[in-house]
C-alpha cells in the first residue's frame, strides 16, 4: 500500500496575546524554535500471581505540558514576556535641568535619565550660570557623559539639557506571571509551502534562565512555557490544550 509523504519542515511567524484580552494578537517576531513536550507519569501492578514479573495492568497520565520559544527580537514586549516584566514607551523631547549628583573625580561616568538623540547637542551646567565645555570638563558618551581630568565640575552636582528619543522601556520582574493565548501562523516548507496553524489556549511563561547583552554573535531571547488547561474548551474531540491544524 503506497503512503503519503507528510514529511514537516516548520516556517511562520508566532503571535501571543494576554488570556482573554480584546482585539488581536502581537507578533513575536522571528522565533527559530517553538516546542512543545509532555510529560508522563504511570502507575502500575505489578503481577503477583507468577514468579517471573510483569505488570497486570499500567495507567498513563500526562501530568504536564511545557514548551518552548527561542526569540530572535530583542523588543520591549518580547522582554517583558521573558522576564515577567512590564513595557512603557517614551515619546521624543526636550529634558531640561535634569539633575545628577556628583563626586567631581576623573573618570566618573553620569548617565542619563532617557536614551537621548544623539544628533542634538548636549549642554551641561552647575544650575547656577556655569556651562561646562565637552572635551575640557567632560566626554560625551553613548548615553551619558565621563568627567575629564582636571574637570571643573565638582561635587554639587550637574544639570543636563539634551533631546530624548522615542523609546521602549521593560521594567523586569514586576508582573506575577499573565496568562497568554499563542497562534502559530505556519507553513509546512516541506509541503510546498502548505498551511500550517497551531492554537496554545492558555499559556504561562516562566522567566528565562539566563540572557546574553554582550556577544559575537547575534542574540537568543529563550523561554519556556506551561500550557494549561483551558475549561472553556469542551466537547467531544475537543482538546482543553492545543490544536494543530494542517492542509493536505
Do not use: W
Not at 218 to 240: H, M, P, V
Amino acid at each position: 500500500m503506497a503512503t503519503t509523504d507528510r514529511s514537516y519542515i516548520g516556517k511562520g511567524p508566532v503571535y501571543f496575546k494576554v488570556k482573554g484580552a480584546a482585539g488581536g494578537m502581537q507578533a513575536i517576531g522571528n522565533c527559530s524554535n517553538l516546542e512543545v513536550s509532555f510529560e508522563e507519569e504511570s502507575v502500575t501492578l505489578s503481577d503477583y500471581t507468577t514468579a517471573s514479573g510483569g505488570n497486570r495492568n499500567s495507567v498513563s497520565r500526562v501530568s504536564t505540558v511545557t514548551g518552548s520559544v527561542t526569540m530572535h527580537d530583542f523588543s520591549a514586549e518580547n522582554l517583558a514576556l521573558a522576564l515577567r516584566g512590564a513595557v512603557a514607551s517614551t515619546t521624543a523631547g526636550t529634558v531640561t535641568g535634569e539633575a545628577h549628583g556628583t563626586a567631581g573625580t576623573a573618570g566618573e561616568f553620569i548617565p542619563f535619565d532617557f536614551i537621548r538623540d544623539p544628533a542634538v547637542a548636549v549642554v551641561v551646567t552647575d544650575g547656577a550660570g556655569t556651562t561646562y565645555v565637552e572635551g575640557v570638563d567632560y566626554e560625551l558618551e553613548n548615553n551619558g557623559i565621563t568627567l575629564s581630568t582636571g574637570t571643573s565640575i565638582d561635587n554639587q552636582g550637574i544639570e543636563v539639557d539634551y533631546s530624548k528619543s522615542v523609546s521602549e522601556t521593560m521594567e523586569a520582574l514586576t508582573d506575577a506571571g499573565q496568562e497568554y493565548e499563542i497562534y502559530f501562523n505556519g507553513l509546512n516548507e516541506a509541503q510546498s509551502g502548505s498551511l500550517v496553524e497551531i492554537r496554545m489556549y492558555r499559556v504561562k511563561f516562566s522567566p528565562a534562565q539566563g540572557l546574553s547583552f554582550i556577544g559575537d554573535e547575534f542574540g537568543e531571547l529563550t523561554t519556556e512555557f506551561e500550557i494549561l488547561s483551558d475549561t472553556s474548551k469542551s466537547g467531544a474531540g475537543i482538546s482543553k490544550f492545543m490544536k494543530v491544524a494542517q492542509a493536505v
